[in-house]
C-alpha cells in the first residue's frame, strides 16, 4: 500500500530551484533511500514531507488524498515522523523523559494532576525492548548514550505514538561503523513493523543494505529511480560518485 507518493514535485526559493520534478513513492513495509551529494536537495525534499515547507509545483498524495502539508504538526497527525541528524534532545534528561518529551502523560485530577512517572518509565523500557534496544538504565540521562543509541530512542519513539512513515535525516552521517550497523538493523525493524521509511543518505554502502528502493538525486533534479534488483552496489555508488563526471575526471588525473 502507498502511504506518501510525490509526483513531479518542486520547491523553489527565489530564483534558485532547489527541486525540480522528484517523484517518489513511500510503501508499507519498504525502506525508500534518497541519495545525493550535498546540496542535491535531500534537504528540501524532508521539509516538503515533513510539513515544514510546502512545495510549488507537482502532487503531494498521502493516502491517495492529494494535500499540501501546513505544518510539522499537521504531518505528525497524518501519521509522518522525522528524525532530524541533531535530534533535538535534551542531554541532562533521562531516556524516559526525552522519550514522552512533548506528550507526557499525567494522571490525578485538577490541581493534583501530575505527570505519571512510573508510567513512562515502563513504557519507554517495554517499547526500546520491543524494537531491541538494551539500555542499562532509562534513567541515565540520554546525552550519555552513544550517537547511535540515541538514534534508535529517537525511531523507537516515532514507532511508539504511531508513526506510519518515518523520515530519516543522515541517520548514519556522524557514527562509526558499529554504531551504523544499531541504526540500521532499527531501520530494518522499522520497517519490519510495517512503517513507510525514507532513508535520507549520501552513503550507497549504508542504503544497499536496507533500502527496497533508491531515489538520486543530483543538484535538485531526480537522475535515477530503482527497485532493489534493477540496479547494483557498485552501479549505486558508481552513480552517487558520479557517474561520467568520475571517469571524465579520472582520465584528466592519469599520468601520462
Excluded at 518529551?101 to 505527570?115: A, I, W, Y
Excluded at 526500546?128 to 547511535?148: A, C, E, K, W
Excluded at 533534479?221 to 568520475?246: C, F, H, K, S, W
Aim: hydrophobic share 40%; charged share 25%; net charge negative.
Amino acid at each position: 500500500m502507498t502511504l506518501v507518493e510525490l509526483a513531479d514535485v518542486s520547491k523553489q526559493y527565489g530564483n534558485i530551484r532547489a527541486l525540480e520534478g522528484v517523484s517518489l513513492e513511500v510503501n508499507e513495509d519498504e525502506i525508500t533511500c534518497v541519495l545525493g551529494d550535498n546540496g542535491a536537495g535531500k534537504s528540501t525534499l524532508i521539509k516538503i514531507i515533513s510539513g515544514l515547507h510546502q512545495h510549488d509545483g507537482g502532487t503531494l498524495r498521502i493516502d491517495g488524498e492529494e494535500t499540501k502539508l501546513s505544518s510539522p504538526r499537521d504531518a505528525l497527525d497524518r501519521g509522518i515522523a522525522t528524525v532530524y541528524q541533531d535530534l533535538a534532545v535534551v542531554p541532562l534528561m533521562p531516556v524516559w523523559r526525552n522519550f514522552f518529551l512533548g506528550s507526557e502523560p499525567r494522571k490525578g485530577r485538577g490541581p493534583f494532576k501530575r505527570m505519571d512517572v512510573d508510567y513512562m518509565r515502563r513504557a519507554t523500557w517495554a517499547e526500546l525492548r520491543n524494537m531491541g534496544i538494551d539500555l542499562r538504565d532509562v534513567d541515565q540521562p540520554i546525552g550519555t548514550l552513544s550517537g547511535g543509541e540515541r538514534q534508535c530512542v529517537a525511531i523507537a519513539r516515532a514507532v511508539h505514538f504511531g508513526a506510519r512513515v518515518l523520515v530519516l535525516d543522515e541517520p548514519t552521517a556522524a557514527l562509526g561503523v558499529k554504531q551504523s550497523g544499531v541504526v540500521l538493523k532499527m531501520v530494518a525493524t522499522a520497517r519490519d513493523e510495517g512503517l513507510g521509511v525514507v532513508f535520507i543518505t549520501h552513503n550507497p554502502h549504508h542504503a544497499y543494505m536496507v533500502g527496497d528502493r533508491f531515489v538520486l538525486l543530483k543538484r535538485g533534479a531526480m537522475v535515477g529511480n530503482y527497485a532493489r534488483d534493477e540496479i547494483t552496489l557498485d552501479e549505486l555508488t558508481r552513480q552517487m560518485a558520479g557517474g561520467n563526471d568520475l571517469d571524465d575526471l579520472r582520465h584528466e588525473l592519469e599520468r601520462s
